[in-house]
């Protein structure tokens, strides 16, 4: 069974950064397009941003151009790099593997991402 591990976040300051990891076991995870969610409290989980197989990322307009996304397949992890973070990107982040547009796997817990002075 596959079970996904997302990590990296904490508390920063506004303009502060923070570089998530997401990370899958399991001996037949297969990893596809793999995308980041964000869910803040009251709110829908929303799309962060997304890379394909190739390393192609597309990101929200709110996540473009402060936020990086990235892959190491032969480590099936994927990464977000946040810089510029501002309070409203406080949220539980989520990251998942998907194929079809749909989700794989279970999603993990998350990892909390806090942005206050």
């Known amino acids: 069974q596959v079970q996904i591990v997302e990590s990296g976040g904490g508390s920063v300051q506004p303009g502060g950064s923070l570089r998530l990891s997401c990370a899958a076991s399991g001996s037949t995870l297969s990893w596809n397009e793999m995308r980041w969610y964000r869910q803040a409290p009251g709110k829908e989980r929303e799309l962060v941003a997304l890379?394909?197989?190739?390393?192609?990322?597309t990101y929200s307009d709110s996540a473009k151009d402060r936020f990086t996304i990235s892959r190491d397949n032969a480590k099936k992890t994927a990464y977000l790099q946040m810089n510029s973070l501002k309070p409203e990107d406080t949220a539980l982040y989520f990251c998942n593997s998907f194929r079809g547009g749909l989700p794989q796997y279970a999603w993990g817990q998350g990892t909390q991402v806090t942005v206050s002075k």
């Open positions: 890379i394909s197989n190739a390393g192609a990322g």
